[in-house]
């Protein structure tokens, strides 16, 4: 019995439903190099794809480690997954855990960085300092740098590291390939911080709404969300992509529109957003499923 709660505090702890964020981005990257003539090993990005697992279980459980040691995950004002809050997970077990992970994915990442070179390990580094420092010690996600960072690890940097491990170049169309995946993801911490800004504000946090407002945040938000139904058409007609992958905006027209809908400049109500980080991830599952069908249908 012991062993089952064990294990279903363990998987739990994961939040394992936000590991879309991580998974779709190194596939359709590792796809796309093979498209355009790579012949990376499987097994690398394979590999690639474990140690990024692991940097984001890091992230997601020392988050709840140092947002409840410092005080900002609270019974009065929940900000993280509850676990330690409610004492089913001992805070030091939550540290322990989390630190074990950001040192296998060393372990994991060792083999592509020594097979691909320095440009893998300058992006795995980044990406280790990133998870590690995220929250530790009121880290970079205090201080209104969360949606950056994302942008900038989970969008682009992790798509242009699975591009090269799948034996793709280092060209200027890598970055412009990322740039939904990246704007997406980023939409999803975004319309997290601006449901929670209250509570934020409450808890000390500075997340980027406090820093530009509601309304700017709103804006920007819909930009990210609207990105993808712009550029992945433009990315067909400049060759970037395969025909196959204008599914992708096709599929996510509706879901943007009612998302724009309920998330509109004009929408003051705050429980109008309280469904849609959830709905956001969806988006960005939607789209990043349909694109890798693209990528599929194309071979």
């Known amino acids: 019995m012991v062993a089952t709660v064990s294990l279903g505090v363990w998987w739990r702890s994961l939040r394992a439903y936000s590991f879309s964020a991580t998974i779709i981005p190194v596939v359709c990257a590792t796809l796309a190099a093979h498209r355009r003539g790579g012949e990376g090993e499987w097994s690398l990005s394979v590999l690639l794809l474990m140690a990024a697992l692991l940097l984001h279980a890091a992230v997601n459980i020392l988050n709840?480690?140092?947002d409840y040691t410092l005080g900002f995950d609270t019974a009065d004002s929940p900000v993280g997954s509850g676990l330690l809050v409610s004492g089913i997970l001992p805070p030091q077990r939550a540290l322990l855990w989390g630190r074990t992970y950001l040192a296998l994915a060393v372990v994991a990442g060792?083999?592509?960085v020594w097979q691909c070179g320095w440009p893998i390990?300058?992006?795995?580094?980044?990406?280790?300092l990133g998870a590690a420092f995220y929250s530790h010690g009121k880290g970079y996600k205090y201080r209104a740098l969360g949606e950056v960072s994302v942008f900038t690890l989970m969008g682009v940097l992790l798509y242009a590291s699975a591009y090269l491990v799948g034996g793709g170049k280092l060209e200027w169309p890598l970055l412009l390939l990322a740039l939904p995946f990246a704007a997406l993801v980023t939409a999803i911490m975004l319309i997290n911080n601006l449901r929670d800004v209250t509570v934020d504000q409450r808890a000390g946090f500075t997340t980027l709404p406090l820093v530009i407002g509601k309304y700017c945040a709103r804006v920007l938000y819909l930009t990210l969300i609207t990105l993808p139904l712009i550029l992945t058409p433009l990315y067909i007609w400049w060759g970037l992509l395969p025909l196959g992958t204008i599914i992708a905006p096709l599929i996510i027209l509706l879901p943007v529109y009612l998302l724009a809908r309920c998330v509109g400049v004009s929408v003051t109500?705050?429980?109008a957003l309280l469904k849609r980080p959830e709905?956001?991830?969806l988006l960005y599952l939607l789209y990043g499923l349909a694109m890798i069908g693209g990528e599929l249908w194309h071979r």
């Open 64 to 66: 709840d480690y140092y």
């Open 110 to 112: 060792a083999v592509p």
């Open 269 to 271: 109500e705050s429980s």
């Open 121 to 128: 390990l300058v992006a795995g580094v980044c990406g280790w």
């Open 279 to 281: 709905q956001t991830a």
